[in-house]
């Protein structure tokens, strides 16, 4: 059985009987002019050429839950990788994509607007064997807001396929849900870079204390993209207990992890990064000076607030 016959059998199962089918949504409730915009819209889902495709899911997803008749059509273009034009679609821009979008991603993006009537048949998409079907689901599901989204997004990110795992971290990010922070921290040790590179960038935005060991440590990472996202990340974090590798990461031989470094210390304003720092401001790259010169001015502009709020004798 192809995957998509696979995908749309599974919805028909969850949905079950006629009536559970009307408490989705039958177009009982849509105006008619509605309606036939979406028998519409739905039927250019099928179309040969992608960009109608594209552009059917979008404007699907822009009729919110009203499109919820439209869910086993847009689960089964999740599978569609044919790459198409960036599309906005009222969805925000996040590090796993790049300027061009694929069908099955901007059926995702429809699928989170429609809402909590699609966590369901999304959930189901994560158990098939088409990961491109896989890793649009777990990217629908990191946009959706629903709690059961959360506990969705942790299995994914044990995924078999690092596309997913990476797309199921960045979802966990979009969460402000404790039970997020360990399975980032595990991800920070994942086998593929950009899975860890993800969960660094979702750690960060976490902003749980239980974080800033694990990513002090991914300073180390042997690559530098996930040490540059790992020092952004540490940014973020209140907690000065990073400083020192922080300092130490001002001496990277990579001159994007030096320059979040800097950026990174400079929000900490914590003095003891003054003279890494200083010496910074005569790296051989224009960036890290830059922002050197820049962390240097917070933390003295933090000391002398510091000291006028000390009480005159």
């Known amino acids: 059985m192809k995957s998509s016959a696979m995908i749309l059998l599974l919805f028909c199962l969850i949905i079950g009987s006629a009536a559970t089918i009307r408490v989705i949504g039958s177009g009982a409730n849509i105006p008619a002019d509605s309606q036939s915009d979406l028998a519409r819209l739905i039927e250019s889902l099928k179309s040969p050429n992608a960009e109608e495709r594209a552009s059917a899911a979008c404007k699907l997803g822009e009729m919110a839950e009203s499109a919820a008749p439209a869910i086993p059509n847009l689960i089964n273009l999740l599978s569609d990788e044919t790459r198409v034009g960036a599309y906005d679609c009222g969805r925000k821009r996040n590090s796993v994509q790049s300027d061009e979008d694929t069908v099955g991603r901007i059926a995702g993006v429809a699928l989170a607007r429609i809402g909590p009537l699609a966590v369901d048949p999304l959930a189901l998409v994560l158990k098939t064997q088409d ?16 709690d059961r989204t959360v506990g969705l997004l942790i299995a994914a990110i044990t995924d078999s396929a690092g596309p997913v795992r990476a797309q199921a971290a960045w979802g966990l990010g979009l969460k402000r849900d404790p039970r997020v922070v360990e399975p980032l921290i595990n991800a920070l040790k994942d086998p593929e870079w950009e899975v860890r ?7 960060g935005l976490s902003g749980n204390r239980d974080s800033v060991g ?8 042997s690559h530098a993209r996930v040490r540059s996202q790992a020092a952004w990340a540490l940014g973020l974090q209140g907690n000065k207990d990073s400083v020192e ?10 001159v994007e992890v030096r320059t979040q470094a800097a950026w990174a210390l400079g929000l900490k304003g914590d003095y003891r990064a003054v003279d890494a720092l ?4 005569r790296d051989d ?8 010169t820049w962390a240097l001015g917070m933390i003295m502009m933090r000391d002398s607030r510091a000291a006028n709020m000390k009480p005159k004798d």
């Open 285 to 292: 790259n224009n960036h890290v000076r830059k922002q050197a």
């Open 245 to 254: 590798p922080l300092m130490v990461a001002l001496k990277d031989s990579d």
């Open 278 to 281: 200083s010496a910074a401001t």
């Open 197 to 203: 590179e993800q969960a660094a960038w979702a750690s």
């Open 214 to 221: 694990p990513l002090s440590a991914a300073l180390t990472d």
């Open 131 to 146: 990961l491109a079907a896989r890793k649009n689901a777990a990217f629908a599901l990191g946009l959706l807001k629903d």
